[in-house]
């Protein structure tokens, strides 16, 4: 007998039909002698539904307020899914973030897992229930309602699992795995068997939004063993998160593209070059708490330099705001800027070894005569800033140029 978490996305509970098949998959694993705790995204479309509401109300929802109302969305979920269950003829409860108590911090709609009271939960599963958990949610100190930021309910389900010290988190959504690229883009990308833990770690954060960047982060802290599977489909084994050191076979070089639109450049052009420039430019935007991504200073010529870094786009007139005083104070001549700009990036710990891949990629990119606007290296991955209209195809040439769509 295994402990299983599974996590169902808003695909797949998208109507009352498929929320009655996913009870009688979870109702397949329970009768197989499993213990079952299952998580639920709200139905397709309904957390943007709700925020659009809010937005007709607000213009900028007050965050308190938004996740109030955009975690209803998971509470529909939890009750249509136990009564599929219970109609099945078995015993099964539900439970909304708060209810378990899913303790966060109280960073409203981007909250935090601080702690999960288990006891609860272990003790309707000796008593032969099936679990139904709200994901995306949980509760801080004061009691307040709030939410994991979006596709959130991966990282309930993770933690969950960490939680229970389940033997398995299996996440089923829209697709039977990850692929070496969003298979919605490219039509060729191939499922992966298994992609090692950095490696998913790497596509989350950079784009990739098959699995919340969080939850993976999870699962490495915790060990989960984690599994990325359809639920639309009977059989399959879907992609399995690997640990590097249990991965004995030959890696490929490179494991997958991820891309991302959502950020924006901006540069300050004729700074100064003296030293504690890169903080005078730098320190307000974190001080407005303002995540920064790339950063690139240019080599000065005659005393002055040009600084570009990007954030992301919903951050990008905010920034602007915030650099406009700073640029005349610091003498720079003048702040430029764009939103129309995408990043895409190859993922692969097996460039640790190999040569030549950042060749290979500027050499493709220069052939189709894309412009790469900005660079960023580590060990296991190449990323490129490039304008947006150019990013499908850059995506589609790389993917080839790497072999992705060939069989392994
Ligand atoms: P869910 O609602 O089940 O959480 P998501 O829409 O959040 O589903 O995530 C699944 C989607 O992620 C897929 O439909 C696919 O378009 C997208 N995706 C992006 N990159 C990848 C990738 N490398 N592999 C698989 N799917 C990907
Ligand atoms: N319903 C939330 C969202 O759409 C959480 C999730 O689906 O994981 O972002
Ligand atoms: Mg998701």
């Known amino acids: 007998m295994a402990l299983i978490v599974q996590k169902y996305g808003g695909t797949s509970v998208g109507s009352p039909e498929r929320i009655k098949n996913v009870a009688r998959r979870v109702a397949r694993w329970q009768g197989q002698g499993h213990q079952v705790v299952v998580v639920v995204s709200a139905m397709s479309g309904e957390t943007n539904r709700l925020i659009a509401l ?21 509470q529909v979920t939890i009750a249509l899914l136990t009564m599929a269950l219970v109609d099945l003829g ?9 209810q378990v108590r899913i303790l966060t911090d109280s960073a409203y709609t981007k909250a935090r897992i601080v702690k999960i009271d288990e006891d609860k939960l272990r003790a309707d599963l000796s008593d032969g229930y099936i679990i139904v958990v709200a994901g995306f949610q949980g509760e801080d100190e004061g009691g307040n309602i ?10 309930t389900g993770v933690a969950l699992a960490a939680a229970l010290k389940a033997d398995e988190c299996q996440i089923y959504t829209d697709v039977d795995g990850v692929y070496t690229t969003d298979p919605r883009i490219v039509p060729e990308a191939r499922r992966l068997n298994t992609i090692t ?5 790497e596509m989350a954060s950079l784009g990739s939004k098959v699995l919340q960047i969080r939850s993976v982060e999870f699962a490495g802290k915790y060990r989960v063993k984690l599994r990325v599977l359809s639920s639309f489909e009977e059989e399959g084994a879907g992609t399995l998160i690997t640990f590097e050191e249990d991965d004995k076979m030959e ?29 005078q430019i730098l320190g307000p935007v974190g001080d407005a708490n303002i995540d920064v991504d790339m950063i690139v200073q240019n080599v000065g010529h005659d005393g002055l330099t040009d600084f570009s870094f990007t954030v992301h786009r919903n951050d990008y007139q905010k920034v602007l705001g915030i650099l406009k005083p700073v640029a005349a104070h610091i003498k720079a001549r003048e702040v430029q800027g764009g939103d129309k700009i995408a990043k895409v990036s190859i993922v692969g710990v097996g460039m640790r070894s190999h040569a030549g891949i950042a060749s290979t990629a500027f050499r493709t990119l220069a052939e189709e005569g894309i412009n790469i606007q900005m660079i960023s290296t580590s060990e296991i991955k190449i990323s490129v800033v490039i304008d947006e209209k150019y990013m499908e195809l850059a995506v589609r040439v790389l993917h080839k140029a790497f072999g992705l769509d060939q069989p392994q």
């Open 90 to 98: 078995l015993k099964a409860r539900s439970y909304t973030g708060g």
């Open 54 to 74: 809010a937005k007709e109300v607000q213009a900028n929802p007050e965050p308190r307020e938004l996740d109030v109302m955009v975690s209803t969305g998971e």
């Open 251 to 279: 890696q490929a070089t490179i494991s997958g593209i991820a891309f991302n639109r959502d950020e924006a450049k901006i540069t300050i052009l004729g700074v100064p070059d003296r030293p504690g420039i890169a903080y």
């Open 146 to 155: 709030t939410t994991l930021g979006r596709g959130g309910s991966d990282t």
């Open 197 to 201: 833990f950095e490696e998913m770690l």
